[in-house]
């Protein structure tokens, strides 16, 4: 194996994982679940690179630098995503979820009758622009950026909606609020994403943005563990190896695929990291959780020993 | 005693079921109400209701001379309006520090650009929510379980810890949906001088539903009965254990009654 081939991987993996991470905001930390989390990509994906694609080729582009490209594609998914939000984030559970099925599907068939954009033929000759150092760095600041967020008072909020709707709302939150900031920042992840992974290929289509790229983004975020930020970067560099490293079983890779992560979710349900982070005070905190759990269980037993002697 | 909440001929009708009638009565400011009856009286409808959990179909609410119909749950709670729930709703996977920290988030104003950025205003503020989150556990005596997940504390001391969390609000009015439910006479003995001592530490007032009549008898000053969504009885603790109307809702009538 080359280096070439591995990093072409490590990339691939680097963009999903920005997309993945944002997806955990939404799914791991305020608790929706979505299945339109491609059709944002697919907009920051033609969004990017009709802003940077050079204006001589067709279809035509606005031959801008690639830095506007990722600014632009990303705003384009929040700003849709926050028109989706406003209709579709008073419904519950597994409503939402079906409303964003549908939004990400329709978001791709606009994308496949829209000839501006090259239609169902795809868009050939996007710059190659997304180097290995702008992926590492984009996920730097993606991981960054969610990390203190979920530990500031606007996370906990988001957090608090997961957990509990109803108390959250008495205990002062806004909970519509909380789940569309939750909403916007995980689309605009997608979408920058999107415009990565544009930039990668250098050709889109819309059948790359479909449900089943949908579901691969939620499963990465179920597999690395639910509000984890930590399990989603594991999952995302994981999941998008594993197909390569079955290679080997060539037609029955997918079955491979299938199975390991039937066998992972079996061993482990609530995923690889199940809601723990791999930070000196994640640590902590799982290593306190676990005492605290400990000395109680001692106390009750001691109180339960006190009473019988009476 | 000027009151604190004012209701005024509440009602609220389920398609044809009235589950509150044209109920009246007001929480004086500093005082602990008890709102009872049978169980379907109507009790946690008038808790939802005030919190705006659900819309009045008639009758007002004024607190602190300030209407509150039609408001979201939570502005209300902004406003100073808390409860806690009859069946416990913690956030369950958080840990007795992160449940009351969560609470807390009324008492910080820092944006979210100085949170992504860790500026100094954030720095400071979270100080001080921390800082306040661990005060109110000591206060409670949950300094203890600090680090216990919700869901692995005993009954007793959930019920503790949703007062907790209602707490760290700043309420200036406090609703408490049968606090002592599953609780042994000991421990709703601590309870009722916890709700004494909350009052009177905290400056609320206090609005509690209950079945434990010792509990009701025992702290609260005025007592508001409730049959049918009606209120059938108002007054003191003596006056309302001596009411005929309250004990027959409670007893039912007795055979002679029905026959004479």
Same mark, same amino acid.
């Given at each position: ?43 920051? &994906?033609?969004?990017? $690179?009709?802003?940077? %694609? ?56 606009? =994308? #496949?009758?829209?000839?501006? =954009? ?10 190659? #622009? ?11 600041? %993606? ?7 979920? /530990?500031?008072?606007?996370?906990? #909020? ?19 609020? @909380? /789940? ?12 920058? &994403? ?18 089943? /790229? @949908? ?7 179920? =597999? ?11 999952? $995302?560099?994981?999941?998008? &190896? ?5 290679? &080997? ?10 199975? $390991? ?26 290593? $306190?959780?676990?005492?605290a759990l400990r000395q109680a269980k001692a106390t009750l037993l001691a109180e339960d020993s006190g009473r019988k002697e009476d | ?22 109920? !009246?009565? !007001? ?5 602990i109400v008890g709102l009872i009856g049978p169980n379907?009286?109507?009790k946690t ?22 209407? +509150? ?11 100073? +309006?808390?409860r806690t729930f009859q069946n416990i709703r913690l *956030?369950k996977?958080?840990?007795v *520090?992160?449940n009351v ?10 944006? *979210?650009?100085?949170? +992504? ?19 109110l556990l000591g206060i409670m005596n949950l300094s203890d379980y600090r680090?216990l997940i919700a869901n692995n504390l005993p009954y007793g001391l959930q019920r503790r810890l949703e007062i907790v969390r209602a707490l ?6 406090l609703l408490l949906d049968e606090p002592a439910a599953g609780m042994n006479p000991d421990e709703t003995e601590q309870l009722m001088r916890l709700i004494v001592r909350i009052r009177d530490d905290f400056?609320l007032?206090v609005l509690v539903i209950e079945h434990h009549m010792d509990l009701i008898m025992g702290v609260c000053e005025?007592i ?13 603790a003596d006056?309302i254990s001596?009411?005929?109307?309250? +004990?027959?809702?409670y ?10």
């Amino acid at each position: 194996m080359d280096w070439t081939y591995i990093q072409g991987i490590l990339m691939l993996a680097g963009i999903n994982m920005i997309a993945v991470l944002g997806l955990s905001l939404l799914t791991g930390f305020t608790g929706l679940f979505s299945f339109g989390h491609a059709g944002f990509m697919a907009i920051g &994906a033609y969004v990017g $690179a009709w802003i940077s %694609a050079s204006p001589a080729s067709t279809p035509a582009g606005m031959g801008l630098p690639f830095i506007l490209a990722i600014v632009g594609g990303g705003a384009a998914a929040g700003v849709v995503s926050y028109f989706i939000g406003r209709i579709s984030l008073n419904l519950k559970g597994d409503y939402f979820c079906i409303a964003t099925l549908g939004f990400g599907e329709a978001i791709r068939l606009i =994308f #496949n009758n829209v000839n501006r =954009f090259g239609g169902a033929r795809g868009w050939p000759g996007v710059p190659s #622009n997304s180097s290995f150092l702008a992926i590492l760095i984009a996920d730097i600041v %993606a991981v960054l950026f969610l990390a203190n967020l979920v /530990k500031s008072r606007h996370g906990r #909020n988001m957090i608090a909606v997961r957990e509990e709707e109803l108390a959250a709302q008495i205990a002062g939150i806004d909970v519509f609020r @909380s /789940k569309m900031t939750s909403l916007v920042i995980s689309a605009v992840y997608a979408g920058v &994403a999107g415009v990565f992974f544009a930039h990668y290929m250098t050709f889109i289509q819309p059948k790359m943005f479909s449900l089943t /790229k @949908s579901t691969e983004l939620t499963i990465i975020v179920i =597999f690395g563990g639910l509000g984890s930020i930590s399990g989603s970067v594991l999952g $995302a560099l994981v999941l998008t &190896a594993l197909p390569e490293v079955l290679r &080997a079983f060539e037609i029955w890779r997918l079955v491979f695929y299938g199975a $390991a992560v039937i066998l992972i979710m079996v061993s482990r349900p609530k995923g690889l990291m199940g809601g723990l982070e791999l930070t000196p005070s994640g640590i902590r905190k799982w290593t $306190a959780e676990r005492n605290a759990l400990r000395q109680a269980k001692a106390t009750l037993l001691a109180e339960d020993s006190g009473r019988k002697e009476d | 005693m000027a009151a604190i909440l004012h209701i005024r001929d509440l009602t609220k009708q389920f398609g044809g079921l009235t589950a509150v009638d044209a109920v !009246s009565f !007001s929480v004086p400011e500093g005082g602990i109400v008890g709102l009872i009856g049978p169980n379907g009286a109507g009790k946690t409808t008038i808790f939802n209701l005030i919190t705006g959990i659900y819309r009045p179909t008639s009758g007002s609410i004024e607190y602190r001379g300030k209407s +509150i119909v039609g408001l979201e749950p939570f502005r209300i709670a902004d406003m100073g +309006i808390t409860r806690t729930f009859q069946n416990i709703r913690l *956030f369950k996977n958080l840990s007795v *520090f992160d449940n009351v920290l969560t609470a807390c988030h009324l008492s910080a104003n820092y944006s *979210f650009a100085e949170a +992504i950025l860790r500026l100094p205003r954030f720095r400071a503020q979270e100080k001080h929510l921390t800082a306040k989150a661990e005060e109110l556990l000591g206060i409670m005596n949950l300094s203890d379980y600090r680090d216990l997940i919700a869901n692995n504390l005993p009954y007793g001391l959930q019920r503790r810890l949703e007062i907790v969390r209602a707490l760290a609000l700043n309420p200036k009015l406090l609703l408490l949906d049968e606090p002592a439910a599953g609780m042994n006479p000991d421990e709703t003995e601590q309870l009722m001088r916890l709700i004494v001592r909350i009052r009177d530490d905290f400056g609320l007032s206090v609005l509690v539903i209950e079945h434990h009549m010792d509990l009701i008898m025992g702290v609260c000053e005025h007592i508001v009965v409730l049959n049918f969504g009606e209120k059938i009885a108002e007054g003191s603790a003596d006056e309302i254990s001596k009411n005929a109307q309250v +004990i027959e809702a409670y007893l039912g009538t007795s055979e002679e009654a029905v026959d004479a």
